[in-house]
């Protein structure tokens, strides 16, 4: 079965500090994001044509699943991804807001950066994990 693993941290536990402790980044990385990776892969063990695919194409396309698993991989599956996508753009001395083309697009289409925290903050808090 080609099953799904943790990533390596690009950066140290503790170089998110002082904003993200080492402990903190420890557990999201080996506990959370791990038992992502183990449910996910549990989900998709009796069903050897959807392993292996990129963890984007199963969650974005997920009618093509089985139905009795849709919920599993949607949930740890998204999980995986989420927490895939936040090792990566977190980082050591980051953060400030937006320039360039990005910060454009968003002032074209939400007005500006603060309504685009708002906007991207209630979309947050009405997802799983």
């Known amino acids: 079965m080609a099953e799904y693993t943790l990533p390596p941290l690009?950066?140290?536990?503790?170089?998110?500090?002082?904003?993200?402790?080492?402990?903190t980044m420890e557990i999201h990385h080996t506990k959370h994001h791990q038992t992502y990776i183990n449910n996910v892969n549990a989900a998709l063990k009796d069903y050897p044509d959807h392993q292996g695919k990129p963890i984007e194409e199963l969650i974005s396309n997920l009618d093509a699943l089985p139905e009795g698993i849709r919920t599993a991989v949607r949930n740890n599956g998204g999980g995986h991804a989420n927490h895939s996508l936040f090792w990566?753009?977190?980082?050591?001395?980051?953060?400030?807001?937006?320039?360039?083309?990005?910060?454009?697009?968003?002032?074209?289409?939400?007005?500006?950066?603060?309504?685009?925290?708002?906007?991207?903050?209630?979309?947050?808090?009405?997802?799983?994990?």
């Open 88 to 129: 990566q753009i977190m980082k050591p001395a980051g953060g400030g807001e937006p320039t360039g083309a990005l910060a454009q697009a968003i002032t074209s289409a939400l007005g500006g950066f603060a309504a685009f925290k708002e906007a991207f903050t209630k979309a947050a808090t009405t997802r799983f994990g």
């Open 10 to 23: 690009p950066y140290d536990y503790g170089a998110l500090e002082p904003h993200v402790d080492a402990k």
